[in-house]
């Protein structure tokens, strides 16, 4: 696999930009795509209505049962292209045993329903995977971009759905005036050709559906090995390698360059040395410099004072109309006592369940309030709930090193002394920075995990400098300690430059300092 050669940019992208990216490819190589999997598909239909013709419900089903065995050809036909290599569909076809050869009785009994069914192709097909590897393989590539292939697979479906019915909608357009069926009888009439016939349309449409849906699928899973293996990193190391190449064969030729600018420099300066003396004297280039500076260029000045109003733009609104009418009534309905109702009074009532709403309406408020301010409120008030915090197991290997306490010598320096001084310098200074995270993580609570890196670790350590309240304080002294470290450790691991034997001493005299305890 050249990643040279690779069409596409290799870059880390959603699993929503890698579809897109499948529909643009798929959109380019449609149609041999479209070819190679239709035509065994149609092979299948041909075989299903001679040997199942009063049967077109089962015929069918066995055709689309069918489908991951015409998958193969265009996915095959599209991991070449992302490559830059041309296949035609002549030559894909040629292959349609060979690539059905791998895995075809799983593909076609328990993996057939798979709602990731082309995110999990190219494992069998592209990485020739099976069994124990294959499921390893899987669980890596599902921890991302799962969802989205499940998605793919409904939207796919419902594509076909809705294609399908357009189609016969289409043909139903283009049927004449003048031909005159009664459609509802007709299509329920169950006509056993009639069926075939629909079922040779929902062909058409799948065949038409299932580039993208292929295509999309193989993009899901190259985007998630270019996150899984960095194929972005290894292309621009290796476009470093092949630029400081080229640098290394045009390096005598830019040597002569220089040469020769170097003898035009020497030999132009004697007259660069006439034409300074020929410009005149220091002092009457600084005379020069000081009438420009005199100039009116230099001393123009312009002061503005004053207030001025801000103008702004004022909407003055009516008081509702509705507001006046309605105080207006509730004034007629408190003073208004005709003879027919001069024993009752509707005044009293509305404002008593005027005034009913309004407190109702106010106590809603304020419970809203309360509520929807309750953070700020508890941390105006110093209320606040601590949530219970889950002890996790600590980790027992980190970069490698075991950290378990039980794996710790009684005295750690005097081991660490003793292996330095028998040769063995990565076992010692290992040692003691095992034995440092061992106690980081029993004694001081941290949380270290193998997604974090030793640079990592010590930053986790100095942010805690100062004092936590919910977990033990770190000192300056063992903060110090820890980066100094992490840097000699790193330096001796990754560089293979050991440090001096006195540096050594100076770590393991700084260790039993700050872990005084132990």
Request: with cysteine; net charge neutral.
């Amino acid at each position: 696999m050249d990643l040279n050669r690779l069409a596409v940019r290799a870059r880390l992208r959603s699993p929503w930009e890698s579809i897109d990216l499948g529909v643009a490819l798929a959109r380019r190589l449609w149609w041999p795509l479209f070819v190679v999997w239709l035509l065994p598909a149609a092979l299948a239909f041909g075989i299903a209505a001679l040997l199942l013709r009063d049967s077109p419900g089962w015929g069918f089903f066995l055709v689309w049962w069918l489908k991951p065995v015409y998958d193969r050809l265009p996915l095959l036909i599209a991991s070449r292209a992302l490559f830059g290599e041309k296949m035609s569909a002549g030559a894909a076809l040629k292959q349609f045993f060979s690539v059905n050869r791998r895995d075809w009785l799983a593909w076609l009994s328990w993996r057939r329903l798979s709602p990731t069914r082309s995110f999990d192709m190219p494992v069998t097909l592209l990485e020739q995977s099976s069994g124990a590897a294959r499921g390893a393989r899987i669980g890596v590539l599902h921890r991302k971009h799962a969802s989205a292939a499940t998605w793919l697979t409904l939207t796919g479906y419902h594509l076909e759905l809705i294609l399908s019915l357009a189609l016969m909608a289409l043909i139903y357009l283009l049927i004449p005036e003048q031909v005159e069926i009664d459609w509802v009888p007709f299509l329920g009439s169950g006509e056993t050709w009639l069926v075939w016939a629909l079922n040779g349309l929902y062909l058409l449409v799948m065949a038409a559906v299932a580039p993208f849906y292929i295509v999309c699928g193989f993009s899901l899973y190259i985007g998630r090995r270019i996150e899984l293996e960095a194929w972005d990193i290894e292309i621009q190391f290796r476009n470093l390698v092949e630029r400081q190449r080229r640098s290394e064969k045009t390096a005598p030729l830019a040597a002569q360059l220089m040469l020769l600018c170097a003898l035009g420099i020497f030999a132009a300066a004697p007259a660069l040395q006439a034409r300074a003396e020929a410009g005149g004297s220091p002092e009457q280039a600084r005379e020069q410099v000081d009438e420009i500076l005199a100039g009116e260029d230099f001393h123009r000045m312009e002061t503005v004072r004053g207030w001025r109003l801000k103008e702004f733009e004022r909407e003055d609104e009516a008081f509702p109309e509705w507001l006046i009418a309605l105080i207006e009534w509730l004034e007629k309905l408190s003073t208004d006592e005709s003879p027919q109702d001069s024993g009752a009074s509707w005044g009293p009532l509305v404002a008593g369940l005027l005034e009913v709403l309004l407190w109702i309406g106010a106590v809603a408020l304020a419970v809203y309030l309360l509520w929807h301010y309750r953070e700020q409120l508890g941390r105006a008030l110093k209320f606040r709930s601590k949530p219970p915090r889950e002890k996790k197991a600590a980790p027992e290997t980190l970069f490698g090193l075991d950290v378990r306490q039980s794996s710790l010598p009684a005295d750690v320096c005097a081991e660490v002394l003793r292996l330095w001084q028998q040769g063995e310098q990565r076992a010692g200074l290992g040692l003691l920075y095992r034995a440092t995270l061992s106690h980081l993580i029993e004694d001081y609570l941290f949380e270290f995990g193998d997604h974090l890196t030793e640079r990592e670790c010590a930053r986790l350590v100095e942010r805690r400098r100062g004092g936590n309240q919910e977990q033990p304080p770190v000192s300056s002294a063992l903060s110090g300690f820890v980066q100094q470290l992490t840097a000699v450790w790193q330096q001796l691991a990754y560089a293979h430059r050991a440090p001096e034997t006195a540096r050594v001493q100076t770590l393991c005299g700084q260790w039993r300092e700050v872990f005084a305890h132990d």
